[in-house]
């Protein structure tokens, strides 16, 4: 294996929380999510939730396939394109 940039580890993962209600559809990630979206881990409520059953992504744009309840969060874990 090589040496070179990029390997790196845990430096490309990112951790974001958003404070979410009943009107909550979507969630704006600060970065793009590497493997086409799918290298994302999305807790709501401390509960693992599947992609395509529970969320789908878009670039930046988590779209939410369920509504929250006000006042909860949702933690979303993944590593960066």
């Not at 929380?17 to 881990?41: E, I, K, P, Q």
């Not at 939730?49 to 988590?62: D, L, P």
């Not at 939410?64 to 006000?70: E, M, R, S, V």
Request: charged share 5%; proline share 1%.
């Amino acid at each position: 294996s090589g040496g070179g940039n990029g390997g790196g580890g845990m430096g490309n993962i990112v951790q974001q929380s958003f404070s979410v209600t009943s009107a909550t559809t979507t969630l704006t990630l600060s970065n793009n999510v590497a493997s086409n979206g799918r290298a994302m881990w999305l807790n709501y409520q401390g509960q693992q939730q599947a992609y395509t059953t529970h969320y789908t992504i878009s670039g930046q744009t988590v779209t939410l396939l369920f509504t929250p309840q006000d006042g909860t969060f949702i933690d979303v874990i993944y590593a960066r394109a």
